[in-house]
């Protein structure tokens, strides 16, 4: 399964040629992982998301109508840009996984822009992630929200964004990251490597196809450990005002600190859940 993702993404874009692009993608996040884009100088970006129950499965169907009745994950917050290729921002999620009420500083630096002029055929960016959690503390010694030290309530994120658009119709993005949470369960490791892949397809002037994963490297996350692989995919629409997106996924958390330890939900038994995000820009 982890071979035939990684090869559908960096096989496909070989088979295209590079030209000049403006933006790579329409919007600064892909589903659950980040992209290439940062927001222009002065503009912030109003953001709320919203993950429903699972659509099958042991907690789906009809006694929750098919997830809609339940809120997995939920995000509010705003990003603004400081310069063209510096944002940061601040959001709050539910949380999915051991740790709740999170709140979430983002952060995210372009290095390098595409321009078929200048013979950049890529975009490069490092995106970094900092995650409290501010839920009580629980007076079970050992449980992993006992919160000895405020230190263990945090846990961070880093990413490089590596992406290319290959034509007006087809992006592609690579992003090896690395995840630290400071305190886990006794058989779980305190950092974590992945590798996510993600594209668009341009199938309109307004409505785009997006795809994401995120490949967790992990003895301890396999399937029969009741882990899987985040995958995503859902359809953007652009209104010129703000981004829509509504998107299928077996994530249940909505933050890197989040999703990419902690999906525990199986495409195949029909655990993923419809989810929307929207975007709004002001120009300050």
């Given at each position: 399964m982890r071979l035939l993702l990684i090869s559908l993404f960096l096989l496909i874009p070989f088979l295209c040629i590079a030209q000049e692009a403006v933006r790579t993608?329409?919007?600064?996040?892909?589903?659950n992982t980040q992209s290439t884009e940062t927001l222009k100088k002065g503009y912030m970006d109003i953001r709320i998301g919203h993950r429903f129950g699972d659509i099958g499965g042991d907690n789906g169907g009809w006694s929750t109508f098919y997830g809609l009745e339940n809120a997995s994950d939920v995000l509010i917050g705003a990003e603004y840009g400081f310069t063209n290729n510096l944002m940061v921002g601040l959001f709050r999620t539910k949380g999915s996984g051991p740790l709740k009420q999170l709140v979430n500083l983002t952060g995210?630096?372009?290095?390098?822009?595409?321009?078929s002029e200048s013979n950049t055929?890529?975009?490069?960016?490092?995106s970094f992630t900092g995650t409290v959690s501010t839920m009580k503390s629980s007076d079970t010694q050992g449980a992993i929200n006992n919160f000895e030290q405020?230190?263990?309530?945090?846990?961070?994120?880093?990413?490089?964004?590596?992406s290319s658009k290959f034509s007006d119709g087809f992006s592609l993005q690579v992003s090896p990251s690395y995840t630290h949470r400071n305190i886990v369960d006794i058989e779980d490791e305190n950092g974590l490597f992945a590798l996510g892949a993600a594209c668009r397809i341009q199938l309109s002037k307004v409505l785009g196809l997006i795809i994401d994963t995120t490949i967790p490297f992990s003895e301890l996350r396999t399937s029969d450990n009741d882990y899987h692989v985040p995958l995503g995919i859902g359809f953007e629409i652009d209104?010129?005002?703000?981004?829509?997106q509504v998107n299928f996924t077996n994530s249940t958390g909505m933050m890197e600190t989040d999703y990419i330890p902690y999906?525990?939900?199986n495409w195949s038994d029909g655990e993923f859940r419809l989810g929307f995000t929207i975007s709004r820009l002001?120009?300050?």
């Open positions: 993608f329409k919007d600064t996040r892909i589903i995210k630096y372009k290095l390098l822009s595409q321009n055929p890529i975009s490069m960016a490092l405020f230190a263990h309530r945090l846990s961070y994120n880093g990413q490089l964004l590596i209104t010129g005002g703000h981004i829509f999906t525990r939900s002001f120009n300050l």
